[in-house]
């Protein structure tokens, strides 16, 4: 069965799967004019036949394009997700496709940045390609921001785009080279198999809470266990990303906004600011992982 990582969760988002009913809003956003100057021309007709794919393709893999919604008042700003390149694969490609009315306040980033958590930690990608226009620069900053790097250019869509790729830290290769560990109480579908924490002395910075890191690829993974009524005493201005192996864990922020709270089996991507610590508020331990490297500034 195909893992199950939806819903995502960040400080504004909440990303899940596409639906039929989404028809209406996503036609919105993919017809506004500052949109198709983007992405083509597209009639509501092609727009209910890219739901079709990506529902059929999330049940088939678990993964797709997703809806993004705005947590606060549930409003859907558009999608971001993974999709076979030009939809014939075989590389997974990043895309994201906001209304206008969602730009210019860092969200796209922050969309970006959860689906890469998702596809190098629960869904244990390998490799994520982007492909972008040559002159859609605020694009490019979001790609980069969400840990992907210029890889050249690339024929795609009927046109020289930009190719820009990340690669994860669980490919097989790198499996031979750290030593396949044993997964410990977490799911097969959440532990970085390459990493075998129960080898690590734990790091203990706050009481309860303990830090097991180790570094893979140039990816810093940590394993995070905290214990009942534990939590950080210091805010954290380190953008990452992670998910919930075990437990449920509470974001708390520096400004006051609403907390986060994330339940097991949950993605969440964290940006520097606001500055955010984390609490475990439960009565059962919580065991998390989290990944720094693949959110960069």
């Not at 036949?49 to 678990?62: D, F, K, P």
């Not at 993974?82 to 490609?93: A, D, H, K, N, T």
């Not at 690590?200 to 009524?229: C, F, K, M, N």
């Not at 955010?276 to 500034?297: C, S």
Request: glycine share 10%; hydrophobic share 40%; net charge negative.
């Amino acid at each position: 069965m195909p893992p199950d990582v939806l819903p995502i969760l960040t400080p504004r988002l909440r990303l899940r799967a596409l639906r039929a009913d989404d028809l209406d809003a996503l036609t919105g956003v993919y017809t506004h004019p500052l949109v198709a100057r983007w992405i083509g021309a597209h009639t509501r007709e092609d727009v209910a036949r890219e739901i079709g794919l990506h529902v059929a393709h999330q049940s088939a893999t678990g993964w797709s394009f997703w809806a993004v919604e705005d947590r606060e008042s549930g409003r859907l700003l558009g999608d971001c997700g993974l999709q076979p390149l030009e939809q014939r694969g075989p590389e997974v490609e990043l895309g994201y496709d906001l209304h206008p009315d969602a730009w210019g306040r860092g969200l796209a980033t922050e969309a970006a940045r959860a689906v890469m958590a998702a596809a190098f930690g629960p869904l244990r990608l390998d490799r994520v390609v982007a492909v972008v226009k040559p002159d859609h620069v605020a694009s490019q900053r979001v790609l980069e921001k969400a840990g992907l790097e210029r890889a050249g250019v690339r024929a795609a869509y009927g046109e020289e785009l930009v190719l820009y790729e990340a690669r994860g830290a669980v490919t097989a290769d790198r499996r031979r080279r750290v030593g396949d560990g044993s997964p410990g109480t977490a799911s097969a579908m959440t532990e970085p198999r390459a990493i075998d924490f129960s080898t690590i002395e734990p790091a203990v910075h706050d009481q309860g809470v303990h830090d097991h890191e180790a570094e893979v690829a140039s990816t810093r993974w940590a394993l995070v266990e905290y214990a009942p009524g534990a939590g950080r005493d210091a805010w954290c201005d380190t953008p990452h990303s992670g998910f919930v192996a075990a437990g449920a864990l509470v974001y708390e922020f520096e400004d006051g906004r609403e907390p986060l709270r994330i339940g097991p089996g949950e993605a969440f991507a964290l940006p520097a600011a606001p500055r955010h610590r984390g609490r475990n508020e439960g009565t059962e331990p919580t065991r998390l992982f989290v990944i720094d490297a693949l959110v960069g500034g």
